[in-house]
C-alpha cells in the first residue's frame, strides 16, 4: 500500500524558511514525477513544485519561482520543497502527490493526473 507522509510544516514569519519533506513507501518511486500541491481556504489546489522522474526538469509555479526548490533523494523515496523567504499567501496546506505516468519527461500540472496523494501539512506564514 502506498503511502506518502509529510512533514515540515508549521507556523513562521514572513521572510522566514521551512523545508517539507514526503517520505514515500509501499511502491516504486523512482521512475515517477513527483509534486507538491497546496490548497488555501477558499482556494483552488494548485501545483507549486513538480520534478519529473529523472530530477533534471523541474516547474514551479510562477509566484514561488526563485524562492521554492525541489529535490529527490532516490535512495530513500523523499521528495524534498525548500521554502525560502515565505510570504503570507505561501499560507496553505501543501501536499506531496505521484503521478500516474511512469517516466513522464515533462512535469504535468494538473492533479487529476497524480494517482497517490499525502495528507498534507500545514503552512501558516504570518505578516
Known amino acids: 500500500q502506498v503511502q506518502l507522509v509529510e512533514s515540515g510544516g508549521g507556523l513562521v514569519q514572513a521572510g522566514d524558511s521551512l523545508r517539507l519533506s514526503c517520505a514515500a513507501s509501499?511502491?516504486?518511486?523512482?521512475?515517477?514525477?513527483m509534486g507538491w500541491f497546496r490548497q488555501a481556504p477558499g482556494k483552488e489546489r494548485e501545483a507549486v513544485a513538480i520534478?519529473?522522474?529523472?530530477?533534471?526538469?523541474?516547474y514551479y509555479t510562477e509566484s514561488v519561482k526563485g524562492r521554492f526548490t525541489i529535490s529527490r533523494e532516490y535512495t530513500m523515496d523523499v521528495v524534498y520543497l525548500q521554502m525560502n523567504r515565505l510570504k503570507p499567501e505561501d499560507t496553505a496546506v501543501y501536499y506531496c502527490?505521484?503521478?500516474?505516468?511512469?517516466?513522464?519527461?515533462?512535469?504535468?500540472?494538473?492533479?487529476?493526473?497524480?494517482?497517490?496523494w499525502g495528507q498534507g501539512t500545514q503552512v501558516t506564514v504570518s505578516s
Open positions: 502527490a505521484v503521478d500516474a505516468l511512469e517516466y513522464r519527461a515533462t512535469p504535468r500540472t494538473d492533479g487529476l493526473f497524480y494517482r497517490d
Open positions: 509501499g511502491g516504486t518511486f523512482k521512475k515517477y514525477a
Open positions: 520534478i519529473n522522474w529523472s530530477g533534471d526538469t523541474t
